[in-house]
Every structure is written in structure tokens, then in C-alpha cells.
């Protein structure tokens, strides 16, 4: 299984275990995720939610083979159904990222309540540069926690930033050595797990309610622009990896850094920038 899951001492643990494809999303793992949040709502015996991933990878963002087989058109794709469920749930979620967090890999952590970063996480939403827009009402809430300056930064140029930057912008709550990281992300669980639960809930509660129907009501506009603009990359990228195909197939032993160039409207993104995207999903 991509998504591993477990419980013990009040801690449901959710962890990102698909190594070869730096933890790329699917649709069947959005849904796994949906369902082990809803489960968790309900289970007594859940205290508290830790997200994890590996060293190097917590997550790449939505895995794009899959996307481009079956890019999400409702509100109830398995991508919806975990933001929904991950932006109400009354449980604490901490999260402990390590590695690259790209897209959703970082998106989803604006929901979570504590998040610690290992200083070798970087992370990045490059949604523009890709043609698509943000989600997760991430245009909502990272100006809320991080300020509209640096929130339109990193949002509308898509750059990469590091674990000092994320923490100085409010994303992360602290920076630690990577073999530091998971033991104590485990530890405030752990704290978190061990408070009277009512209290924990309700005081959540309270901090998030002015915030709640905002946030439905973005990610009901997200679905919407999603949606369209989805429909439009899935051809560009298409369209592109046919390219690449063919000129692999035609020179296998002279590999080509770039996409052989044509003026069809459907190479409107960056050849390069698809390029690299592919190469770093290892989606060849």
C-alpha cells in the first residue's frame, strides 16, 4: 500500500510510502486518505493525526500520470473528498516534513495544527508555472497565515523555498536535524494525545470557526477553476510527453534535455518546465 496506516497510544499515523515516485499522489491514495479521516472523526481510540513521509520525499504533489488519466471534474473526487475532510477535522493533525513538498505537499499542511520541517525540506506550489491554480483554498489560507506579499510570491511564481523561510512565514512551527524530526513530531503527538480530548477539540474549534465557511467556500471556487484549467493542461502535457516520446524512441542513444519544439497552440507551456517535471516524478 502507498498510504501506510497506523494506530497506537491514541496516535493515528498516516504515512507516505511510495519512495519511487517521491510520494506522488493518486486518486486511489487521495481516497485512502479521505477514508482514514472520516474513520479517524468517529474512533474514539484517535487522539491525535501525524502525517509523515520519507526522508528525502514527504510528498511530490498529485502523481501527474494519474491526474492526466483521471483528472478530477467534481467535488466528490477522491482530491476533494481528503481536502474536506482534512480542512474539518476536529482532531489535531501535526504533520513532520522531510524532503521535497511540492503542490498538495505543501497545501495540505495549512490545514494541519502543528507542522515541524526537517532542514532539508523544501518546499514549493508551482501551479502557475504548470498552468494550473492553486488549491485546498491554499490562495485563502496562505495569506492569512503568512501575509498577502509573501503569500502572492510564492503562489504566483510558483518558486521553491526552504524550512528557515517556511518557518519564518508561519507554514512550519519549527526546523529541526532530520534525525531529530520524526522522534519529536512523534513527541508532541504524543502531548497532544495525552490532553483531555473535549478540551483539545473545542479549543480547535474555536480558533478555526471564523475560518470555516470561508474556507468551503474557496475550495467550492477551487473545484470550479480546477476543473477548467485542468482540462486545458491535460492536453498541453499530453501533448508534450508525445514529443518526448518520440524523440526518445528516435535517438535512444543521444538523450535530449528538451522537447522538440513546434508552434501548435497545445505547446503553450514551458517545454523545459515540462521537462523537468517529468523527470523529477521519474514519469518517462
Given at each position: 500500500?502507498?498510504?501506510?496506516?497506523?494506530?497506537?497510544?491514541?496516535?493515528?499515523?498516516?504515512?507516505?510510502?511510495?519512495?519511487?515516485?517521491?510520494?506522488?499522489?493518486?486518486?486511489?491514495?487521495?481516497?485512502?486518505?479521505?477514508?482514514?479521516?472520516?474513520?479517524?472523526e468517529t474512533d474514539n481510540?484517535?487522539?491525535?493525526?501525524?502525517?509523515?513521509?520519507?526522508?528525502?520525499?514527504?510528498?511530490?504533489?498529485?502523481?501527474?500520470?494519474?491526474?492526466?488519466?483521471?483528472?478530477?471534474?467534481?467535488?466528490?473526487?477522491?482530491?476533494?473528498?481528503?481536502?474536506?475532510?482534512?480542512s474539518h477535522a476536529s482532531?489535531?493533525?501535526?504533520?513532520?516534513?522531510?524532503?521535497?513538498?511540492?503542490?498538495?505537499?505543501?497545501?495540505?499542511?495549512?490545514?494541519?495544527?502543528?507542522?515541524?520541517?526537517?532542514?532539508?525540506?523544501?518546499?514549493?506550489?508551482?501551479?502557475?508555472?504548470?498552468?494550473?491554480?492553486?488549491?485546498?483554498?491554499?490562495?485563502?489560507?496562505?495569506?492569512?497565515?503568512?501575509?498577502?506579499?509573501?503569500?502572492?510570491?510564492?503562489?504566483?511564481?510558483?518558486?521553491?523555498?526552504?524550512?528557515?523561510?517556511?518557518?519564518?512565514?508561519?507554514?512550519?512551527?519549527?526546523?529541526?536535524?532530520?534525525?531529530?524530526?520524526?522522534?519529536?513530531?512523534?513527541?508532541?503527538?504524543?502531548?497532544?494525545?495525552?490532553?483531555?480530548?473535549?478540551?483539545?477539540?473545542?479549543?480547535?474549534?474555536?480558533?478555526?470557526?471564523?475560518?470555516?465557511?470561508?474556507?468551503?467556500q474557496q475550495m467550492v471556487?477551487?473545484?470550479?477553476?480546477?476543473?477548467?484549467?485542468?482540462?486545458?493542461?491535460?492536453?498541453?502535457?499530453?501533448?508534450?510527453?508525445?514529443?518526448?516520446?518520440?524523440?526518445?524512441?528516435?535517438?535512444?542513444?543521444?538523450?535530449?534535455?528538451?522537447?522538440?519544439?513546434?508552434?501548435?497552440?497545445?505547446?503553450?507551456?514551458?517545454?523545459?518546465?515540462?521537462?523537468?517535471?517529468?523527470?523529477?516524478?521519474?514519469?518517462?
Amino acid at each position: 500500500m502507498d498510504i501506510q496506516l497506523t494506530k497506537a497510544d491514541g496516535i493515528l499515523t498516516i504515512h507516505f510510502d511510495r519512495e519511487d515516485k517521491k510520494n506522488a499522489i493518486t486518486a486511489a491514495m487521495y481516497q485512502q486518505l479521505a477514508d482514514a479521516l472520516k474513520e479517524a472523526e468517529t474512533d474514539n481510540a484517535v487522539r491525535a493525526i501525524l502525517f509523515t513521509g520519507k526522508p528525502k520525499s514527504f510528498s511530490a504533489g498529485n502523481d501527474l500520470e494519474d491526474f492526466l488519466k483521471n483528472p478530477p471534474k467534481t467535488q466528490d473526487a477522491p482530491v476533494f473528498q481528503f481536502l474536506w475532510q482534512i480542512s474539518h477535522a476536529s482532531k489535531p493533525i501535526v504533520a513532520a516534513v522531510s524532503g521535497v513538498a511540492v503542490g498538495i505537499g505543501t497545501t495540505l499542511l495549512l490545514h494541519c495544527d502543528l507542522v515541524y520541517a526537517a532542514d532539508n525540506a523544501k518546499f514549493s506550489m508551482p501551479f502557475t508555472q504548470l498552468g494550473l491554480c492553486p488549491e485546498a483554498a491554499s490562495s485563502l489560507l496562505l495569506p492569512h497565515i503568512a501575509g498577502y506579499q509573501r503569500a502572492a510570491e510564492k503562489l504566483l511564481l510558483g518558486e521553491a523555498f526552504g524550512a528557515d523561510e517556511a518557518c519564518q512565514m508561519g507554514v512550519v512551527n519549527r526546523v529541526l536535524p532530520l534525525e531529530e524530526l520524526l522522534p519529536y513530531a512523534q513527541q508532541q503527538a504524543a502531548k497532544l494525545a495525552a490532553l483531555p480530548a473535549a478540551s483539545v477539540r473545542v479549543t480547535k474549534q474555536l480558533m478555526k470557526k471564523n475560518r470555516v465557511t470561508a474556507t468551503e467556500q474557496q475550495m467550492v471556487a477551487d473545484c470550479d477553476h480546477v476543473h477548467g484549467v485542468a482540462m486545458e493542461s491535460v492536453n498541453n502535457f499530453s501533448h508534450a510527453r508525445k514529443k518526448k516520446k518520440y524523440a526518445l524512441e528516435k535517438s535512444k542513444l543521444n538523450y535530449s534535455n528538451t522537447v522538440p519544439r513546434n508552434n501548435c497552440k497545445c505547446c503553450s507551456l514551458s517545454d523545459q518546465l515540462i521537462n523537468q517535471y517529468l523527470r523529477f516524478l521519474g514519469l518517462f
